[in-house]
């Protein structure tokens, strides 16, 4: 064997086909790292990360920041009178080993304020559990004043949650936001998805599955239960979550036979592609921490209602040239995906863009958009669009394809149809009985029923003319 063919062996396995090498993952980064020098927190989130996976830190940095705005709202150019809030759905998808635990990292210095307010709450309920079960064991303690289950608003929910407590805690997390009293959203972070799909097979978080799918557009739930714990009432779902996780955890939660649920349309899967060697020396930037820390704890006092005109021309723009072009190929399953992803171009976008523009912000509650600020969500509705296609465009073609043979209409001919058609246009009474093969009363009836229909009229005494060549 040559050297030249035994170089080329060796080379095969590096040089094989990366799957995520059919995203533009280069341009992406190269855009990010544009933005970066624009945006405050860009540079300290992709700080030592490789290129191609900058585009899951966008996404959940920014469902993170988004999920403090918890208080702020919108008006969104479909249907503007509803008030909208910053609903993410985030699953970050990759192999084994690929890095999944940057995005556990950026969790725990982000979401700080609202780990740090559940804390004192979560201490009450503890405090409460406790003195039931001294209650149980203590004589001194049953003459005690009664146990009050202390109202609590916890907002950080791991996956071994009951739902009632969801429920609860849900109802409960609501503040007075100038004047209007406004739900809080719940929050959940898992680094292992398989853990949420097995927790939600269970009874403690029965019916998960359901509240996922409504908190995108916090759509209205409910439950009337006989036991005494449960809430009894009607209420809109306000919960984000972000999951890591691996292609097949991604496929065990969405498959082809639940497609047709909705929420791989809900959904921003983001790819982490296992790239980049193990930096012995990484780059230390001492403020890094303190930057994301601060930012997190001003955005979490943010409130009110955010203008985001420019991101609705630009969100509107992108969709309707995309949605021309799926309805010139005549292309249901690309219409599908394409539905939400304005949501996501501007949920990623606006928390960068507000911290960019924070001083105007701070002074006269106006954000005065830009051409990059508009690059930015479009980039956001890029990625989304892509990666929808990448994760999930052939089930979405499978799902229209199998709906089609699912409900083709066969047409059926009956002899009933067969013997109108074989009447010649104009026909006498004697001709209709020879067709169907009928008395004269008979025929005398069906020809008083169609010419009541309109399907035949009359030429002159027992002569007609058929007015519609078949039976409709």
């Given at each position: 064997m040559t050297s030249q063919a035994t170089s080329q062996k060796c080379q095969t396995p590096c040089d094989a086909e990366d799957i995520y090498g059919m995203l533009p993952l280069d341009k992406w980064a190269e855009e990010l790292q544009e933005m970066a020098e624009y945006y405050p927190c860009m540079k300290e989130l992709f700080l030592n990360a490789h290129p191609h996976k900058m585009p899951a830190i966008l996404f959940s940095s920014a469902a993170l920041f988004g999920t403090l705005m918890t208080r702020a709202y919108y008006h969104f150019w479909y249907e503007p009178e509803i008030v909208r809030r910053l609903n993410y759905c985030i699953f970050i998808i990759g192999d084994p080993?690929?890095?999944k635990n940057v995005i556990e990292k950026f969790y725990f210095k982000i979401a700080d304020p609202m780990i740090q307010a559940d804390q004192c709450l979560i201490d009450a309920v503890n405090r409460y559990k406790d003195g039931r079960t001294e209650r149980t064991t203590s004589t001194k303690a049953q003459k005690g004043d009664a146990l009050k289950k202390p109202v609590v608003g916890i907002r950080v929910h791991p996956a071994r949650t009951a739902t009632g407590e969801f429920i609860r805690h849900m109802l409960a997390a609501v503040e007075n936001v100038q004047g209007t009293p406004m739900n809080l959203h719940m929050f959940s972070f898992d680094s292992e998805l398989d853990n949420v799909t097995k927790n939600n097979k269970g009874g403690d978080w029965k019916d998960r599955e359901i509240l996922e799918l409504k908190s995108f557009h916090n759509e209205q739930d409910g439950q009337m239960y006989a036991n005494q714990e449960s809430i009894t009432g009607m209420f809109n779902v306000f919960w984000n979550?972000?999951?890591t996780g691996t292609p097949y955890a991604l496929h065990r939660k969405v498959n082809q036979r639940n497609f047709g649920t909705g929420m791989s349309?809900?959904?921003?899967?983001i790819p982490l592609p296992d790239k980049g060697m193990a930096q012995r020396h990484q780059k230390v930037d001492p403020n890094a921490n303190e930057a994301l820390r601060t930012w997190a704890y001003r955005l979490d006092k943010v409130e009110g209602e955010i203008p985001i005109e420019p991101l609705n021309d630009e969100t509107y723009d992108?969709?309707?040239?995309?949605?021309?072009?799926?309805e010139f190929n005549g292309d249901k399953a690309d219409r599908t995906l394409l539905k939400r992803i304005p949501y996501y171009g501007i949920g990623v976008s606006l928390p960068f863009i507000l911290m960019r523009h924070w001083d105007e912000w701070q002074e006269s509650k106006t954000l005065t958009m830009d051409?990059?600020?508009?690059?930015?969500c479009h980039l956001a509705m890029e990625i989304q669009y892509k990666c929808q296609q990448f994760f999930f465009g052939e089930m979405a073609i499978n799902y229209f394809a199998d709906q089609n043979k699912e409900f083709v209409v066969r047409k059926r001919t009956t002899r009933y149809e067969e013997c109108f058609r074989k009447l010649p246009d104009e026909f006498k009474t004697q001709q209709f009985m020879d067709c169907f093969g009928c008395s004269q009363s008979g025929a005398s009836k069906a020809i008083a029923r169609f010419r009541k229909d309109g399907l035949i009229e009359d030429v002159k005494?027992?002569?007609?003319r058929k007015v519609v060549a078949e039976l409709p």
């Open positions: 080993g690929a890095g979550f972000i999951y349309t809900r959904l921003a899967v992108w969709q309707s040239s995309h949605l021309e072009i799926a051409d990059t600020d508009k690059r930015l005494y027992s002569v007609y």
